[in-house]
């Protein structure tokens, strides 16, 4: 890594932290449209994988489909699992003076409820908002999307780390709705769909597979060390 070794390295970083796949361990959008949706998300599911609308598109109209009273919707992703290494990681950035955003193109809500249980809802979460509209219905918005349309997700995370504070970027994802910022940000780590996207695009970045080796990238980076040695298989996918 390009970064000397001094004490007040740490206090130049941000951490943007995706949610669904990086944070938790499952898609939480998709098990709560399995669990509660009307037949048909599926098939808008198959537009937007297809290219033919935006995720922001996409989230709108699946949500307008779901039938769940809030209640019974917070009790269900309750139940739903994160990273076990998520706290430690977000305690080194704590101990470390780093801010650390959750910055998901999910739902507001399941990820507000997941971190209440977790005992992290302190951590800021910028994502789409969940809104109840009575009985068992829901409408999405988006407050955090590109104003002018560059970005097809409902939260463009470029947007979002550009109004942070501090200079240097970590961002730490998964899938479609981080190849914005990966191109940007200063230390990507990066799994699943986010590793084979910057191989293809030539980006730097280090791939990891879950928090634990996401907290050793950063320890490194803050000592002014090289990062942990990666197997062939992981640089190469």
Not at 26 to 55: C, H, K, N, Y
Not at 67 to 92: C, H, K, N, Q
Not at 143 to 161: F, L, Q
Request: charged share 20%.
């Amino acid at each position: 890594m390009p970064f000397a070794h001094r004490p007040s390295l740490s206090l130049s970083w941000q951490a943007v932290v995706d949610f669904d796949g990086t944070i938790s361990c499952d898609d939480t959008t998709d098990r709560v449209l399995q669990r509660f949706a009307e037949p048909g998300w599926e098939a808008i599911e198959a537009e937007w994988q297809a290219g033919l609308i935006s995720s922001r598109a996409c989230m709108t109209r699946q949500v307008a489909l779901l039938r769940v009273s809030p209640e019974v919707l917070d009790t269900f992703v309750t139940t739903l699992e994160i990273d076990y290494g998520f706290p430690a990681f977000a305690l080194l950035c704590q101990r470390h003076g780093i801010p650390l955003t959750i910055v998901s193109d999910g739902l507001d809500r399941t990820i507000r409820t997941i971190m209440r249980r977790t005992g992290f809802d302190h951590i800021p979460v910028i994502a789409n908002r969940l809104e109840p509209t009575g009985g068992d219905r829901w409408r999405l918005t988006s407050p955090h999307s590109a104003p002018d349309g560059a970005c097809s997700s409902g939260t463009c995370k470029c947007r979002v780390a550009a109004k942070q504070p501090r200079p240097l970027t970590l961002l730490f994802g998964d899938g479609r709705s981080d190849y914005c910022l990966a191109g940007e940000a200063d230390l990507v780590l990066a799994k699943s769909g986010l590793a084979a996207h910057c191989r293809q695009a030539r980006i730097p970045h280090h791939a990891v597979t879950d928090f634990a080796e996401a907290a050793a990238c950063l320890e490194a980076v803050l000592a002014g060390a090289p990062l942990p040695h990666q197997p062939e298989d992981k640089i190469n996918g």
